[in-house]
């Protein structure tokens, strides 16, 4: 079958959401672009929403109305998708296991907006415009446009389509990354990239796996070749400091261990675990596996920076 | 479909609740009295969508002289798995990413080669759900009810409740006992995010001072006020039993610190943990009682969690007894060509429910019930005036 050419601009992608104004995900003021799917499921992940590829419905109780619309429980919603209990609870309860089914129709018929779906489909040049409203604020502060996830490697071919195009208008570029995926993904991608945010989560594999649902072998082995490829790239290594997981000096050092000969790599953030998240697991009827665990202290995130700024000179 | 030479498989949801064993047993014994042939699936469904496993396949032949040895006070012979959804099932794909794919058709593919003509299930609420998406999608299957908080609203009783309870007073005794030693009020948490019942009736037969549950909004200061009025130089202890899923009007706000140093892991991660969808963490109400009631009134108090501890061990005569009754029921619906069924206890009978009308109730205390009248009747406090 003939290969048809595609315009680069009209390439789509499932995107979670754009997000203007973040601080914390590369240099400046930058506009974050989330794109949905993952190939790990981290158990103390603060975006479940972007986990699963395709769009998916969510709800929200405060915007439901209740027993006086319940036109959920009526055709064309899946029957048992959505039930009332006996008693004062006028709120819409959600049988998750058969409302997983709803989708962008579904969603649009609820008056209140209480159901919606979490990601679109939108074409490069959509974001891009949405993405470019801020080209001001990127210029003054050395900002630009980061895309997040999710995995971003998932979505390749729309990925680099959108940060050449961001680059085809002057927008400086970062992806955040855990780069658990084929190198021919990240292949695609890293040409077009000015910085890349990427995860350390856990150092043995064994307990990567068991945390994050899969080893790190081949993401380490990503890392490497990233690092040696693409010389001109600035990579920032971060980890999520979770503890009783991974929020030991032990894993502070075997990480600096792995960057520090690689000049390209320029810092190593930590970020410390919150339960942020959680209200979104209901939302979406997901289960959260990360129950009882708390957030690390000041003192012990203090004394982690330490070890990184010592390592990087910064003392 | 040979009715008189059946082959039919059981297995176990997510969760273990004591007096599994005692199920298994009724349903063998029960089958083997009309000739049919039973088979145990490994750990959920596990057994037969990974069967490279197990050595045995994934299932467990549930022979009369297996059966025999079978202690009922002993845990489950087929193991369990973390969850029972054949319609998401966590894997690694050929490229090495973790993803989440539907295996209902291979399950019920592997039921036909096997040549199964019907599951007995052994779940709670959720389990019941996914029982009826397989069901409707061709799986002639019969439920059991299990359910710690007795909160399937179809069955009087599911079977594990009573052993919950019975361990549950066990330690209330317990922890009274020591709030007296050392002058304090004991806050306990127990099991029942949704319904009260174990909190009520456990906290009637140690007669607390105040029981919370969800199904009654609590405002702490009335709490406080009842405890002040309890306590005295004679009796300088309390005891107030809570459930995991008890519901707090006019909580002063219990923000969270998140360090200074890096506010999220992403920019969107921004919404605040204390909005009604937190999802319940074990020991998160008996420390919210225990807090608040402290700076209400002048007594010490400390908080327990009984938690998981309700899960494990023997069933009790009761639990035992409905478990072998379960048991049977079960094979008495499929031998009655019942499909697409739960047995419920519904005294003086065991009733087969469809599916469809047993999924989404959810089995609460209502302020009229004839225990919220004893508790009032013992003068324990519920939350509030009734």
Not at chain 1, 82 to 109: I, P, Q, R
Not at chain 2, 84 to 96: A, E, G, L, S, W
Request: aromatic share 6%; glycine share 8%.
């Amino acid at each position: 079958m003939k290969k048809q050419n595609i315009n680069p601009s009209d390439i789509t992608g499932t995107v979670l959401n754009i997000q203007r104004y973040c601080s914390h995900d590369g240099p400046g003021i930058r506009t974050t672009v989330f794109l949905k799917g993952c190939s790990l499921r981290c158990k103390w992940c603060s975006n479940p929403e972007s986990i699963r590829m395709k769009p998916e419905l969510s709800y929200d109780p405060k915007k439901c109305t209740g027993r006086k619309c319940g036109l959920c429980l009526k055709s064309p919603f899946p029957e048992g998708a959505f039930y009332f209990v006996e008693g004062d609870d006028e709120h819409v309860k959600v049988n998750w296991d058969l409302a997983m089914d709803c989708d962008e129709t579904h969603a649009s018929l609820c008056p209140t907006g209480a159901l919606e779906m979490f990601g679109k489909t939108m074409t490069v040049n959509e974001v891009l415009d949405e993405v470019e409203k801020d080209s001001s604020f990127y210029r003054n502060t050395g900002g630009g446009m980061t895309i997040s996830g999710g995995e971003v490697m998932l979505q390749p071919d729309f990925a680099a389509a959108l940060l050449k195009g961001a680059h085809d208008r002057g927008i400086n570029t970062a992806v955040e990354t855990a780069c658990n995926v084929p190198w021919a993904n990240i292949e695609k991608v890293l040409p077009h990239v000015d910085t890349m945010l990427h995860d350390h989560k856990l150092t043995i594999p064994e307990r990567h796996k068991k945390w994050t649902g899969a080893d790190n072998k081949r993401i380490k082995e990503n890392f490497k070749k990233a690092y040696e490829m693409f010389p001109d790239t600035t990579f920032i290594a971060r980890t999520p400091l979770i503890p009783g997981v991974n929020a030991d000096e032990e894993h502070i050092r075997a990480v600096l261990a792995f960057i520090r000969p690689h000049k390209n790599v320029i810092d190593y953030e930590l970020l410390p675990y919150h339960r942020f998240g959680l209200g979104k697991y209901q939302s979406l009827g997901v289960v959260y596996e990360l129950d009882d665990y708390k957030t690390p202290s000041d003192d012990l995130v203090k004394k982690l920076q330490a070890i990184i700024d010592e390592a990087f000179g910064r003392k | 479909m040979n009715i008189d030479r059946r082959r039919i498989a059981i297995n176990v949801g997510a969760g273990y609740v004591p007096g599994i064993n005692a199920v298994i047993m009724g349903a063998v014994l029960a089958a083997g009295r009309l000739g049919w042939e039973v088979v145990g699936i490994r750990n959920g469904f596990e057994g037969l969508l990974s069967r490279d496993h197990s050595p045995d396949g994934g299932l467990v032949d549930l022979s009369p002289k297996l059966i025999e040895n079978l202690d009922p006070s002993a845990g489950g012979v087929l193991g369990q798995s973390a969850r029972i959804d054949p319609f998401h099932v966590r894997t690694i794909n050929k490229d090495d990413m973790v993803e989440e794919v539907d295996l209902s058709d291979d399950l019920l593919k592997t039921l036909q080669d096997e040549m199964i003509d019907g599951l007995i299930s052994v779940v709670g609420g959720q389990g019941l759900s996914i029982l009826y998406k397989l069901h409707r999608k061709g799986l002639n299957a019969v439920c059991i009810p299990r359910s710690i908080e007795n909160d399937i609203a179809a069955t009087m009783v599911s079977f594990g409740f009573n052993s919950a309870l019975s361990f549950t007073i066990e330690m209330l005794d317990r922890a009274r006992q020591a709030a007296q030693s050392a002058r304090k009020i004991a806050v306990v948490e127990v099991q029942g995010e949704q319904a009260g019942w174990i909190a009520l009736q456990a906290g009637i037969a140690v007669c607390a001072d105040a029981v919370l549950i969800p199904e009654i909004p609590v405002d702490l200061k009335n709490v406080a006020a009842r405890l002040k009025d309890k306590i005295s130089a004679r009796r300088p202890y309390g005891l107030v039993v809570v459930a995991q899923g008890a519901q707090f009007i006019n909580k002063a706000k219990n923000e969270e610190a998140v360090s200074s140093l890096k506010a999220s892991l992403s920019p969107l991660a921004t919404g605040s943990s204390n909005s009604e969808h937190v999802i319940l963490s074990s020991g998160q109400a008996a420390q919210t009682v225990a807090t608040e009631l402290q700076l209400l009134i002048a007594e010490e108090t400390y908080p327990l969690v009984i938690g998981p501890w309700v899960r494990g061990g023997a069933p009790t005569a009761v639990d035992r007894q409905l478990g072998l009754g379960y048991g049977a029921g079960a094979v008495r619906a499929l031998n009655a060509g019942k499909n697409g069924v739960m047995v419920a206890f519904v005294p003086p009978d065991m009733k087969f429910v469809p599916l469809a009308e047993a999924i989404n109730k959810v089995r609460t205390v209502s302020t009229d019930s004839l225990f919220v009248k004893i508790a009032q009747s013992l003068g324990i406090f519920l939350g509030r005036e009734l």
